[in-house]
């Protein structure tokens, strides 16, 4: 929707955020008796309250994130931060274009900026922009910056399954601070769905291995996958299921099996995906959900919510909705 009312609209979204940075600022500012505590509360209480009630505007206004960058780069701190926060809130995969400029519009607030990052990624299946994942590769170099913040990069690659920050987060098992270690082998494992050690060699060798596979095997086994021989393909799933490196692009390789004439196929197929895994998964199996086929689609469905980790629509549209893929 666009013109005057949508207009309006996000003019009434800035201006609750404002007013919202205004009462935190007056409950900064007010000299609590017991100090910390009872400033704290109604500080994070507020600051709850403000977020949802944006976090609303904006989910209800497709462009609204795109007519707040304006106001964002022009804010003072307290208004971005609101603004941020109230993005993340939204839980709207539209939201990532808003918080990757605000990673490099507001440096000062990456910490609160990654968490919202990796808040959407935890809740959503829609697919994550490359330059979203580059911001955050960009932020995983650095390992000689901000501890926290290569931290909380990690975590958000990690929920965003980042495939294209792996190699950097080999690295960082070799990094010198035990608490990016750590987070950097929990977004290895998110990301490849994996329970390997956080042995930095271990992984090293996972990855050369991987990636000499993708390079030399991984087209060969593509072409299979679109073959209508039945043996042809079966091995080629059987051999996709083994791979965890960039398993959103074998995915979606395997995703072609879906519409095999053998129904034997199909369903391999639909299993391989939730052995693979991923949040990319749900989006090539949500369209089997209406299948003819009650087996298939009693399959996708187990599938689907397994990866998103909770019970969602049987009815394809709704579920669309519901694990953030735009509807068709």
């Known amino acids: ?37 009872s400033r704290k509360t109604a500080v994070a209480q507020s600051r709850q309250t403000m977020a949802g009630y944006v976090a609303a505007l904006l989910a209800r206004d497709s462009h609204a994130f795109d007519r707040l960058l304006p106001a964002f780069i022009e804010a003072p701190a307290a208004l971005r931060r609101a603004l941020i926060d109230a993005a993340a809130r939204s839980n709207s995969p539209r939201a990532l274009p808003f918080l990757e400029h605000a990673l490099v519009h507001a440096p000062e607030l990456r910490l609160a900026t990654l968490a919202g990052v990796g808040r959407i990624g935890a809740r959503c299946c829609a697919p994550i922009g490359e330059d979203t994942t580059a911001c955050i590769a960009s932020l995983l170099i650095d390992v000689t910056g901000n501890r926290r913040i290569l931290r909380a990069a990690c975590l958000a690659a990690g929920h965003v399954h980042a495939h294209a920050t792996v190699p950097a987060l080999v690295d960082l098992l070799a990094h010198g601070d035990e608490h990016v270690r750590q ?73 072609q099996a879906l519409e095999h004439p053998s129904r034997s196929v199909r369903l391999r197929a639909c299993a391989v995906l939730g052995e693979l895994g991923g949040r990319g998964v749900p989006a090539h199996l949500v369209h089997l959900l209406g299948s003819t086929d009650v087996e298939l689609a009693a399959a996708a469905y187990a599938v689907i919510t397994d990866v998103v980790g909770r019970e969602v629509s049987a009815m394809p549209n709704a579920c669309r909705s519901e694990i953030g893929l735009e509807p068709r």
């Open 1 to 37: 929707m666009s013109g005057p009312h949508s207009a309006s609209r996000t003019g009434a979204t800035i201006h609750v955020v404002a007013f919202a940075s205004l009462t935190l600022a007056t409950l900064m500012a007010i000299p609590w008796p017991s100090a910390d505590e």
């Open 183 to 255: 987070a950097a082998h929990r977004a290895l494992c998110r990301i490849t769905g994996l329970d390997t050690p956080g042995d930095a060699e271990r992984w090293f060798v996972w990855l050369r291995d991987e990636t000499t596979w993708q390079r030399e095997q991984r087209p060969r086994v593509a072409a299979d996958l679109a073959s209508d021989d039945v043996r042809l393909v079966t091995a080629a799933l059987d051999e996709a299921a083994m791979h965890r490196y960039r398993r959103d692009a074998i995915a979606l390789d395997v995703a």
